[in-house]
């Protein structure tokens, strides 16, 4: 069964970066597809980034902020999120997508502060 | 990106009540659609995918239906535990999330 954690900072600096980690137990990251999702305080759901096998698309309003990688030893992806400011201020979720199905798991969250 | 609507934004209904959450994607999404429940301080909970296909262990008063850009999520009986913000997404082009509808207690 697969199962996924989020790790990073909580409060972070405006203008700093943010990295983010994902790590995966029971599952492998070359197939599926694999996400970043963000949840500001009160608000929807938001794609921040998707990578599949090697590839990696962008939310297009990160306007190139974002990066999104996997390690080699397939057990964990990472978020960086450069020029950050209060909007980045969210829940971030790591998630599971199986092909033709929805994101059926999901870690439990990481709250990030943008604040100086 | 593909544009996804949902209507109601906010329902109010009591236990046992039939309830209907409209979902409208601003271009054809080919099936590719699903529905989230969300509690406060959750992660989001995979409910129905490709439109219709109830995801294992989900209640079977939970439903999905529609086609092309339009898409209904409904609970036959609501039941205590369904109050809750549901969210449709569309993952045949990049993928969105509709804003919420939130269902609430009357």
């Known amino acids: 069964q697969v199962q996924l954690q989020e790790s990073g900072p909580g409060l972070v600096k405006p203008s700093e970066t943010l990295s983010l980690t994902c790590s995966v137990s029971?599952?492998?990251?070359?197939?599926?597809?694999w996400a970043w999702i963000r949840q500001p305080p009160g608000k929807g759901l938001e794609r921040v980034a998707i990578?599949?096998?090697?590839?990696?698309t962008y939310n297009p309003s990160l306007r190139g902020r974002a990066t999104m990688s996997a390690d080699t030893s397939g057990t964990q992806f990472s978020l960086r999120l450069t020029s950050l400011t209060a909007a980045d201020t969210a829940v971030y979720y790591c998630a599971r997508h199986v092909y033709g199905r929805g994101m059926a798991v999901w870690g439990q969250g990481t709250t990030v502060t943008v604040s100086s | 990106d593909i544009q996804m609507t949902q209507s109601p934004s906010t329902l109010s209904a009591s236990i046992g009540d039939r309830v209907t959450i409209t979902c409208r994607a601003s271009?054809?999404?080919?099936?590719?659609l699903a529905w989230y429940q969300q509690k406060p301080g959750k992660a989001p909970k995979l409910l129905i995918y490709k439109v219709s296909t109830l995801e294992s262990g989900v209640p079977s008063r939970f439903s999905g239906s529609g086609s092309g850009t339009e898409f209904t999520l409904t609970i036959t009986s609501l039941q205590p535990d369904d109050f809750a913000t549901y969210y449709c997404q569309q993952y045949d082009n990049n993928w969105t999330f509709g804003q919420g509808t939130k269902v609430e207690i009357k």
């Open positions: 029971g599952g492998s990251l070359s197939n599926d597809y």
């Open positions: 990578y599949d096998a090697g590839r990696v």
């Open positions: 271009q054809i999404v080919n099936n590719w």
